[in-house]
């Protein structure tokens, strides 16, 4: 299937220096800016898992990237996210994240994001919605 949207927002572990997957994305796409959508976060371990929910007041914090060959790119990182394999977190969705411009300026963009498919019961949340941060300023790729 030939993907036209080349944006991706990311918010966990593929913003880490030294995981593989984001290594191989940071080579293969380009930072448009920091972004932010309405939704909750949570820490499941060892990554985090991203919900969507228009009617919170809390966000979820992260970067948007365009993507060179979008196709692979997204291919590659559906294998790493569990995309299409028997038991599966997360979903690839498009959804309207909120772009840093200059000054106030605030633009809302069409991004792939992979959001948690799964009950959200139990899980711990994320009160500040920035993984990052919550990891205590580990190295990232903002």
């Not at 997957?21 to 898992?49: H, Q």
């Not at 963009?109 to 920035?130: A, H, N, P, Q, T």
Request: neutral net charge; aromatic residues 14%.
């Amino acid at each position: 299937m030939e993907h036209t949207n080349q944006l991706l927002f990311i918010y966990g572990t593929l913003l880490q220096v030294g995981n593989e997957f984001a290594e191989y994305l940071r080579a293969n796409s380009t930072v448009i800016s920091r972004g932010k959508f309405k939704g909750r976060l949570y820490d499941l371990g060892s990554y985090p898992a991203a919900v969507y929910d228009k009617r919170t007041n809390a966000y979820v914090y992260g970067t948007i990237v365009k993507m060179e060959k979008v196709d692979e790119v997204l291919k590659h990182l559906d294998y790493y996210e569990g995309i299409g394999q028997t038991y599966c977190e997360y979903e690839r969705v498009l959804i309207e994240v909120e772009s840093e411009g200059a000054g106030d300026l605030v633009k809302a963009l069409s991004c792939w994001v992979y959001m948690f498919k799964l009950s959200e019961r139990g899980l711990k949340l994320i009160s500040g919605g920035d993984y990052l941060e919550y990891k205590n300023g580990s190295k990232n790729l903002r």
